[in-house]
Structure formats: C-alpha cells, structure tokens
C-alpha cells in the first residue's frame, strides 16, 4: 500500500512519553521513525534505535526491517471531548504528538480518514 506525500507528512513530527522522544520522518514515499530512550528518571538518553516504516492500511505502518520486523505503529487521531489530539501507538504504548520543541502537545492535524459520509440517525419505529 502507498500513501500519498500528503498522508504522509500528516503524521511526521515529534512525539513523546515519559520514557522517550520519538520522530517520524518521510523518506522518499515511506516513513522513518527514530526512537530516542529515556531514562525514566533522569531522563538520560539511554540508547537510540531506527525503524523503516510501510504504509498496511489507511493510519497503520509496519516496521519493514530490523529487530523489531514486523512490529505494528497506528497513529491515532483522537477527536472526543475536549482538544483534538493526535497519538502514535507501537508496542501498545502510546506517544503524545508534541511541538516542534517537544514541549507541548501540538495542534491536531486534520483526519484524513474521517472524510465520509455522516451516518443517519436511525428513525424512530411507530406504535
């Protein structure tokens, strides 16, 4: 499956949890994530990892090569109550989608998926 330049860069930037930064990138027509590990208490720069990531569906990749082959990364975009917020999920850990600076959350992107048409209310049966 490929995505379009503009898929892609939707979903490129900084993201962050309390154990790391991680940065997608777009590489020619795929994206790249580096992981940056943290030490969780003095937030140290552990080690440093790099992922090739494949487009498998509309908002999911799959790591193509290297040790964790095969792993799944979603990136979801939240869109409930209160500000939008955009996430990245890999190993069922979820990253928070930061600033440039990977300060604070940033502006949610607009969901390419959430394009479709509006479901109708179903109509009330009569008695």
Avoid: C, W
Avoid at 43 to 63: F, H, I, K, S, T
Wanted: no cysteine.
């Amino acid at each position: 499956m490929k995505h379009s330049g503009k898929k892609l860069a939707a979903v490129a930037g900084p993201y962050r949890r309390h154990d790391g930064i991680l940065t997608v990138r777009v590489v020619g027509d795929r994206l790249d994530l580096e992981v940056v590990h943290l030490d969780e208490v003095t937030g140290e720069v552990q080690d440093e990892q790099a992922y090739p990531l494949v487009a498998v569906g509309e908002r999911r990749y799959q790591v193509s090569d290297g040790p964790n082959k095969h792993a799944i990364v979603d990136f979801i975009a939240y869109r409930g109550h209160g500000e939008p917020q955009d996430f990245l999920r890999m190993g069922g850990r979820f990253a928070e989608r930061t600033d440039a600076n990977g300060d604070k959350p940033a502006k949610a992107t607009k969901d390419p998926a959430s394009k479709g048409k509006k479901l109708k209310k179903p109509s009330k049966a009569k008695k």
